[in-house]
């Protein structure tokens, strides 16, 4: 997609700090990082939601995920990792893709929430059971 960002770092139109590339994949370094090491795992083919995925490529992230969970433990020595993707509301930039947040023991990184829309969780229960 011409004006999508992340097909313009695929591309190499927009400098990144690239720390893994294959043929399907590119992992860069997130410009706001929430941590040391805050990564994005993008497919290099411009894919909007997590229903376009195939299960092909869905096997490949998830192994891809894997390598990067090493990698930041090993170099950047997190004990934890944080991983998120939004689809739709909260998804930014409208290209599917993985936030992977290396968690250390004082980073104080919380998801702040409106917590007075929260409804009780035996109606939520019954609102998603399957009929």
Do not use: W
Not at 17 to 29: A, C, N, Q, R
Not at 86 to 115: E, M, S, W
């Amino acid at each position: 997609m011409e004006d999508c960002l992340f097909c313009k770092i695929i591309k190499g139109e927009i400098p990144s700090y690239t720390i893994y590339e294959d043929d399907l994949v590119k992992v860069f370094l997130d410009i706001n990082p929430s941590t040391n090491g805050d990564c994005l795992l993008v497919p290099k083919k411009h894919i909007v939601t997590v229903e376009d995925l195939d299960q092909a490529l869905l096997l490949h992230l998830h192994e891809v995920i894997l390598k990067m969970k090493k990698l930041l433990e090993d170099k950047m020595h997190c004990q934890g990792l944080t991983i998120c993707q939004n689809n739709g509301h909260g998804q930014d930039i409208k290209h599917f893709h993985i936030h992977l947040t290396p968690r250390y023991l004082d980073d104080n990184v919380t998801h702040d929430f409106n917590k007075t829309i929260l409804i009780d969780l035996e109606k939520v229960s019954e609102q998603l059971k399957e009929e």
